[in-house]
């Protein structure tokens, strides 16, 4: 499914998580061509129009995930996408993934934006108290922007992904709700856990000066 359009502004800069639009599939596929772009996520293959648009359809019936598209202050278009996935049920549990596909808003915090909103969505909404996410250990900036609202480093794949030449690892992620974490561990919470877990509670509590539904 799409999930509920969402404005997030810090410092005088807005990016809008909203709906994707079929019609924007085409702008999304040229984007989601490049090789610098797909380098460390799961897509090798430059994406079709056809293709996108029938992932666009697939997505927008799939009841587990929430996606949305990701549109800075300046554009109308979108110009990637972010999402929740594995949306749990007995588990409370979700994954989450993005992909910002136009090259002239990488560093310019739009990755951190869409993460503190996605993530106050999926805890205040959504309900989740996990989300599990991973990253390529050489995407150094996209782990910097999860650390930043809470996830924590809690495992590693080796040698799992190959490109440019060689095998590389990747960083297994964790976000752990801080409000529910006495029912998550009911034995006491493991104290490497607290940094990340503070991280998550200033994120959450900071969230609703900057995040709003439209
Ligand atoms: C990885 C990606 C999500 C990062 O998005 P972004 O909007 O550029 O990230 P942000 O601007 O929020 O930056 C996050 C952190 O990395 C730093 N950073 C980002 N780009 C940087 C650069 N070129 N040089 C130095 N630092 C950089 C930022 O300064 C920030 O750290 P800070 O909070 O300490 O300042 C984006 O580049 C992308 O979508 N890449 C292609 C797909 C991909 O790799 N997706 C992630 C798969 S796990």
């Given at each position: 499914m799409f999930a509920n359009p969402i404005r997030i502004e810090i410092d005088g800069f807005g990016v809008t998580l909203r709906p994707l639009r079929k019609n924007e599939m085409e702008h999304i596929a040229e984007l989601f061509a490049s090789m610098e772009v797909l380098r460390y996520t799961n897509m090798v293959y430059a994406p079709t129009v056809q293709g996108e648009e029938e992932w666009w359809e697939k997505a927008?019936?799939?009841?587990?995930?929430?996606?949305?598209?990701?549109?800075p202050d300046g554009e109308d278009t979108a110009v990637g996408v972010t999402g929740?996935?594995?949306?749990?049920?007995?588990?409370?549990s979700c994954t989450s993934g993005i992909i910002i596909g136009d090259r002239k808003w990488w560093h310019k915090g739009v990755?951190?934006?869409?993460?503190?909103?996605?993530?106050?969505?999926?805890?205040?909404?959504?309900n989740r108290y996990t989300i599990q996410s991973q990253v390529r250990t050489k995407n150094a900036y996209s782990l910097k922007a999860l650390l930043k609202v809470g996830y924590r480093v809690s495992g590693r794949?080796?040698?799992?992904?190959?490109h440019d030449g060689v095998f590389c690892d990747t960083w297994v992620l964790s976000w752990?709700?801080?409000y529910k974490v006495n029912v998550l561990y009911p034995n006491g919470v493991p104290k490497e856990l607290q940094p990340s877990l503070d991280k998550a509670k200033q994120a959450l509590n900071f969230a609703p000066q900057a995040v709003k539904f439209l």
């Open positions: 927008s019936k799939e009841p587990n995930t929430a996606i949305w598209g990701i549109v929740l996935h594995q949306i749990n049920a007995i588990n409370l990755a951190y934006r869409a993460h503190l909103a996605r993530t106050w969505y999926a805890a205040n909404t959504l794949f080796d040698c799992n992904c190959f752990v709700n801080p």
